[in-house]
């Protein structure tokens, strides 16, 4: 009796086990770049979660706190300078919300952050206009 029932449990342990090993894998998914002109809007930043991430890491006050949401990859695209300015910075525009603490110790809440990056360096970063 003793032995069916823990071939019984490990016959669940190794359905379950499979189970939870399959939903934990993640499809790695390669999406080509798009086509944009290279001459003004500069290579594509295949790295553009690293790139933000070093940038992050300049402008939060504890950035090991912080949990990015990306809403989606880059697009080609411009945000106008200040006010006032004719200044616009070209580049590929990326949208994410990030979550950290802050000088407090408490979280801020998912805010949304815009920046262009432009050849692996962020020309502008902040809260969408």
């Avoid at 402008?59 to 106008?80: F, H, T």
């Amino acid at each position: 009796m003793k032995r069916t029932a823990s071939a019984i449990a490990l016959g669940y342990l190794m359905v379950c086990g499979g189970v939870v090993t399959a939903s934990a894998q993640t499809e790695v998914q390669v999406v080509p770049p798009p086509a944009a002109d290279v001459k003004v809007y500069g290579e594509y930043p295949i790295a553009y979660q690293a790139i933000i991430t070093r940038w992050l890491e300049t402008r939060l006050i504890d950035p090991l706190s912080a949990v990015v949401d990306w809403a989606e990859p880059p697009k080609a695209g411009e945000v106008p300078g200040p006010k006032g300015s004719t200044q616009r910075f070209v580049g590929y525009l990326v949208d994410f919300k990030v979550n950290a603490r802050n000088q407090f110790g408490a979280a801020t809440g998912k805010r949304k952050y815009r920046v262009v990056i432009r050849n692996g360096e962020v020309l502008w970063g902040g809260h969408p206009r």
